[in-house]
């Protein structure tokens, strides 16, 4: 079983709509989660990191549930400029921070 | 604002060679870090650095390569023997240490023939 798994889309959305990314992970030693994004051929940037309690920046919403293993991402009222694949990561506990990718889930906001 | 710095942007070489992949970490960072993505895969860690040695390391991360902290600012990755496999973007990231966050270098693409 993959680590990390996510939906690999394309998500194909109008400008203004809502998405959302989903993620799980396999490993319940996993300590910590971030949200990255990545454009076509450019390097991995956080997006943002994801806590237990949940939390918002701006348009972007993350969730994380441990009981389940499951990871969100909700994007309102979409850009175009948030067309990207979306990484869901994680770390594993006691680890020197080596980051686990899933392997995305690619968004297209359209005009 | 400070950023990872990775050069050459491309790298082409023939199957057998040796290159070496450069970065140059955030100035005030002490945690260090080699990933790779294959095209169309997913990213995947390699190697991480801290005091001048190898922290943690991945099964990719085998005999052929090696890192290297040369001087206070750059950070090297070889790969001895190049195979067709190897072909791939390599991202240096650095930090500040653990679960801070891990900034990326724009990224070495090599293509092996």
């Known amino acids: 079983r993959k680590e990390v798994e996510q939906d690999p889309g394309p998500f194909n959305v109008p400008e203004g709509a809502t998405v959302a990314f989903n993620c799980t992970y396999s490993n319940s030693a996993s300590q910590s989660f971030f949200w990255y994004r990545q454009d076509c051929r450019k390097e991995p940037k956080l997006l943002m990191s994801v806590y237990s309690s949940g939390n918002e920046d701006g348009r972007f919403t993350a969730q994380l549930n441990r009981a389940s293993q499951y990871i969100s991402l909700l994007i309102r009222d979409s850009k175009l400029s948030d067309s990207a694949t979306y990484l869901c990561?994680?770390?594993?506990?006691?680890?020197?921070?080596?980051?686990?990718f899933g392997k995305g889930t690619k968004l297209s906001v359209k005009p | 604002e400070p950023e990872v710095t990775q050069t050459p942007s491309h790298q082409v070489t023939q199957m057998g060679q040796e290159v070496i992949l450069r970065c140059v970490p955030i100035s005030n960072h002490l945690y260090f870090y080699w990933y790779r993505q294959i095209l169309g895969q997913k990213v995947e860690f390699l190697v991480s650095f801290y005091n001048n040695e190898i922290s943690e390391k991945s099964e990719i991360f085998d005999d052929q390569f090696s890192v290297e902290r040369p001087d206070g600012s750059n950070f090297t990755l070889k790969i001895r023997s190049t195979k067709l496999e190897d072909s791939a973007m390599y991202f240096c990231?650095?930090?500040?240490?653990?679960?801070?966050?891990?900034?990326f270098g724009p990224g070495t693409r090599l293509l092996v023939l």
């Open positions: 990231a650095s930090n500040l240490g653990g679960p801070e966050t891990q900034y």
């Open positions: 990561v994680a770390t594993k506990f006691g680890s020197q921070g080596n980051l686990i």
